[in-house]
């Protein structure tokens, strides 16, 4: 009798500690944060990550006196006409299809913008007070150019000028020349600048 009631109490116990194991609260905390649940070792440990990814593509403004192959301040290339638009950042448009023109803002140093499609495809800087990253500006010499920019080369329009073109990735610059100094530059599209100048075509 005595050996069945202390089988009884050890099957009771191991009944009991089972019971207990599957349903600890502790336990039940712990599975919140298996892989792929909410606060989880997958999930982000930064609330902001989505947001920051969301706005990942937003450009950048730049500086108004540095000009490079992808645009100067806020007009960089490609940027959409009625983004620009919508923020104030050029004035009467004169359509000539397939091509859009406008100024750009003083503080911007008025670039001269060429727009395709929507989209910003080239523009043209004429004061002095803007340079590229080499320092290169209107009214650098065209032989200091060739040493700025020696992967460049030059090219001639359909009534013999010259300037002088570099790509940097899918853009480029062209720095035109007249009485052997820079006297304007163009940024954009690298085709779209190339056949612009050379024959007159696109925008």
């Given at each position: 009798m005595r050996f069945r009631h202390a089988t009884l109490a050890v099957a009771l116990l191991t009944v009991l500690g089972v019971a207990g194991c599957g349903d600890d609260p502790d336990d039940r905390a712990l599975g919140a944060f298996t892989d792929g649940a909410p606060g989880g070792p997958s999930?982000?440990?930064d609330p902001g990550?989505?947001?920051?990814?969301?706005?990942?593509q937003a450009r950048?403004?730049?500086?108004?006196?540095?000009?490079?192959?992808?645009?100067?301040?806020?007009?960089a290339i490609g940027s959409p006409q009625g983004e620009l638009k919508k923020a104030g950042?050029?004035?009467?448009?004169?359509?000539?299809?397939?091509?859009?023109?406008?100024?750009?803002?003083?503080?911007?140093?008025?670039?001269?913008?060429?727009?395709?499609?929507?989209?910003?495809?080239?523009?043209?800087?004429?004061?002095?007070?803007?340079?590229?990253?080499t320092g290169a500006k209107v009214g650098t010499s065209y032989a200091a150019l060739k040493g700025?920019?020696?992967?460049?080369?030059?090219?001639?329009?359909?009534?013999?000028?010259?300037?002088?073109?570099?790509?940097?990735?899918?853009?480029?610059?062209?720095?035109?020349i007249k009485d052997d100094k820079v006297a304007s530059i163009d940024a954009g599209a690298g085709q779209t600048v190339r056949f612009f100048y050379t024959d007159k075509q696109g925008c």
């Open positions: 999930a982000s440990a990550a989505a947001q920051v990814e969301s706005t990942s950048p403004v730049g500086s108004p006196d540095v000009l490079t192959a992808a645009g100067i301040g806020p007009y950042l050029f004035g009467k448009v004169t359509t000539k299809a397939p091509c859009a023109t406008t100024k750009g803002l003083g503080k911007y140093n008025t670039p001269a913008l060429a727009f395709t499609g929507g989209k910003l495809e080239r523009l043209t800087v004429t004061s002095t007070k803007v340079a590229t990253p700025m920019y020696p992967n460049g080369k030059q090219l001639d329009d359909w009534v013999g000028a010259s300037a002088w073109y570099t790509l940097d990735g899918g853009n480029a610059l062209l720095f035109r």
